[in-house]
């Protein structure tokens, strides 16, 4: 039984914001902030706050927390450490309860740092106030419905370009991570619509983000950077919960000796061997990733296919090395790569030409057009729709052949399959970009590569067991859990 859901929209869609140490210099923190909240399109009532008064990015300012009219849903502040908790104190006294403070200068500063931390701890208490962060690098929320941007990163995500319920959210112990996240979000179109950068988490934790991020419909997945969790159970029942509806990927930081010892630097945490966190995952119902390339491909896999796929996967491809470079990643990660049904191998047999590969993996040979690639998916869309959970297809370019007939054909069939399709081109592409545009319009994530497409394939498939030993069995039943956190003796 977890907690009741955190309501945390005050953080994600507040009505009212104020930006304390608000400013117009585009390198300053709060004019970061601001800018972001403009480029985010944020429609709700912003109060910028600076001492010198004055129009601010087109809103007039106020000179003081206790100059604000009415009390706003939530303070952004990002103002020098020492001055923080007084400007805590004088938000509480104006009625704000909400607070995201950017700046670091609190437990991972030394023992000053430790004692304001202690401080602004008792000041929340005291005060009933619910802070985010600090030290962090801020929330993005691009929910169409309120966009919301209080960050200093560089650039915001796409946001939700797959349609409803696809959108993903990415929840960070590294606001690096989350900058370098965004970045590849939007130079490989992934429906990336939510970012926090966790910091310190004084009030909330990754679990409290990934609890409420995790209940909203418009959110297809949700995908973590972890190197340290303070209340294990907690995390494990709350993950769980989110995973029985929507996958849960993440990529745990500290799981070898050196990596560990590079985030207890950064986060605190303590090391953990790599067996420790893969039981633990498991036990969470998380879809788990060694790597910052592999969360990407679960990214683009899953914001396209939230609810996972099954194991049974058909490879259609034209080129010999690229398919057997497939079938081997493909049987790494678990996949089925089953015989062709009888009815499907008859009716290619019949039709290719005697050369070409009838089996799993379909060899169409390297001057396969439109005709052939039609006429082997659609055989597999008649004959062979109950054998397989996906089709993977790749397709190699050669000289003698014109790509864009074969695209133009696949994506007509595609917008009818009865089958997921996942497609991977290699090779001197000169129209890559519009022939990715146009297989991504009619449904198809695009890969570079055939081993990336077996992994987003084999990432796809792991999750739907994950999901059904997370509706099956409550946490009281499961083992204790072995990981360490950063309070460990």
Request: proline share 6%; aromatic share 6%.
């Amino acid at each position: 039984m977890t907690d009741p859901v955190r309501d945390l929209s005050p953080f994600f869609a507040p009505s009212s914001v104020a930006v304390v140490g608000a400013g117009e210099r585009p390198t300053s923190s709060g004019g970061a902030i601001m800018q972001m909240l403009r480029q985010a399109g944020y429609g709700g009532r912003v109060v910028p706050v600076n001492p010198r008064g004055g129009t601010i990015f087109g809103y007039e300012s106020v000179t003081s927390i206790s100059a604000i009219d009415q009390p706003v849903d939530l303070a952004v502040i990002v103002i020098r450490p020492d001055a923080i908790l007084d400007a805590v104190a004088e938000a509480a006294d104006r009625g704000i309860r909400n607070l995201l403070i950017l700046p670091g200068g609190f437990a991972e500063a030394g023992p000053a740092g430790v004692a304001r931390n202690e401080a602004l701890l008792e000041l929340a208490a005291q005060r009933g106030l619910r802070v985010a962060g600090p030290n962090c690098a801020g929330i993005v929320h691009l929910d169409p419905a309120r966009r919301f941007a209080a960050t200093f990163l560089r650039d915001l995500p796409p946001g939700n370009v797959a349609g409803a319920g696809h959108g993903l959210v990415f929840i960070s112990q590294s606001g690096a991570l989350a900058e370098e996240f965004i970045d590849k979000a939007n130079a490989r179109g992934l429906p990336l619509m939510s970012v926090v950068s966790v910091g310190n988490a004084v009030h909330l934790g990754v679990e409290d983000y990934l609890a409420w991020l995790g209940d909203r419909p418009e959110i297809g997945a949700a995908l973590l950077y972890v190197e340290s969790i303070e209340d294990h159970e907690r995390f494990r029942a709350i993950a769980r919960q989110v995973a029985a509806k929507k996958p849960v990927v993440a990529l745990f930081g500290g799981r070898t000796e050196v990596g560990g010892r590079a985030a207890g630097a950064h986060t605190g945490a303590v090391a953990n061997d790599d067996a420790a966190i893969e039981a633990f995952c498991t036990s969470c119902g998380i879809v788990r990733v060694t790597s910052l390339r592999r969360l990407l491909i679960a990214a683009k896999a899953f914001g396209r296919f939230p609810q996972g796929l099954g194991q049974r996967a058909l490879i259609l491809s034209n080129s010999g090395g690229p398919g057997v470079l497939c079938a081997d990643r493909a049987a790494l990660e678990g996949l089925d790569l089953r015989a062709l049904p009888t009815t499907m191998a008859d009716v290619l047999r019949q039709q290719l030409p005697a050369e070409a590969s009838v089996a799993n993996p379909v060899d169409l040979l390297a001057d396969a057009r439109e005709d052939r690639f039609g006429l082997a998916l659609e055989a597999a869309m008649t004959h062979a729709a109950s054998a397989y959970d996906m089709i993977l297809m790749i397709h190699v370019v050669p000289f003698m052949v014109d790509a864009q007939p074969v695209i133009e054909r696949l994506a007509e069939l595609a917008a009818g399959a009865r089958l997921p399709l996942m497609h991977s081109m290699m090779g001197t592409l000169p129209g890559k970009a519009d022939w990715f545009a146009a297989m991504e319009r009619a449904g198809v994530p695009m890969f570079n590569d055939v081993e990336e497409m077996a992994e987003a394939a084999g990432l796809l498939a792991s999750y739907p067991s994950l999901r059904s030993a997370a509706n099956a069995a409550s946490v009281s039943d499961l083992p204790p859990v072995t990981i360490k956190s950063r309070k460990s003796p």
